[in-house]
C-alpha cells in the first residue's frame, strides 16, 4: 500500500497519536504469522488501521463497539459502506462555511434512518471538541456542532477555525482510502460483555480501549475491572488495556512526541496514556 490510512476524524479518546506505540506491543506479543488481534471499544479505529498499515491483513482483525463507530466498520469490513450516499451528504454541505453549523444541525434533528453509517463521519467530523455523538433509537443524541471562526485584529490565534476537521475533500479521501484498505476487518456492534460468553482463539492477542474512569462521559460505558476478571477466567491469551492511570505492575506509560514534547520529546501534562498487560 502506497499511502497510510487515517482515521477518519479526531474523536475523544482516540488513540492515533499513540496506536504506533499500542501496535508495537500487540504484535510482539503476537503468537503466530497469522494470530487474530482484537480492537475492543475501537472507536475511530486508530489501532486497528495502524496494524493494516503495518501489514496485517484485515480478515485477521476482529474489532467491536457499541456505538455508530460500531456499524460503520461493519459496512467498511463487509463491503457494505454506500460510497453514493456518503458523496450525497457531502455534495449538499453549504459552500458557505459559515452555514455549517446549522445544516448539520438540521441534518442531526431529522431520523437517522437507512444511512447511519454514511452520516456519522460528517456529524462526528463536525462535533463540537470530537465529543462522541450517538444513536438513540431513531434519532442522534449530544449532536453539538463547531462554528466556523475567524480572528479578529486582537485575536492570538491567526487562523480561521474550520467546522468540520478534516476538510470534506480530505474526509472523501480518508473514507475511500478505508473502504478499500480495511475491506475484510470483522466489526461487532454489540456490547463488549457478549465477548466473554465463548473462549477466543488461542492465538488472539486483544486490546480493549474503554472509557477512561473520572474522564468526559460517553453514551455507553462498562465496569473494566469486571471485564478482566472475567476475561480472565475464560482466556488465556494477552489482554492490553488502555487507561489514563497503571492499573497493575505491568504497565507502559506511552510517550506523546511533537512540537511540544521539549528536548526529550515527551509532553509533560496532566494527560497521560498506559498500556496495562494482563
Ligand atoms: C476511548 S473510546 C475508544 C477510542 C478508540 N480506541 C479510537 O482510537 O478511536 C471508548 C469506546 O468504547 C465504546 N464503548 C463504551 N462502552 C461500551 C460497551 N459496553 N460495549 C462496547 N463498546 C463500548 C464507546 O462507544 C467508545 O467508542
Redesign the pocket.
Known sequence: MSYRMR?PCS??????RV?AQIADHLLEAAPGSNSRFYD????????SIELVNRGVDPSRIWM????S?GAFWSAIGSGKFNMSAFDKFLSELPADKREFKAHMSSLSMLPVGDHEVELYPLLQACSFGGK?IWRNGEHWANACFRDYWEPTATSIRRSPANPMQPSPTELRRRIEALVNGMKGVTCLN????TVLSTPLPCDAVVYV????QNTTR?????DIKSFINRFQEKNDVPLFVSEGSPLNANATMLTFGGAKGGISGIRKGKHQEWLNRF
Open positions: 482515521v474523536y475523544q479518546g482516540g488513540k492515533q496506536a475492543l471499544c475501537c472507536g475511530s479505529a486508530a489501532v467491536l463497539d457499541i456505538s463507530w462522541q454489540m456490547d463488549i460483555m480501549d474503554p472509557p477512561y460517553y453514551a455507553y460505558n462498562f
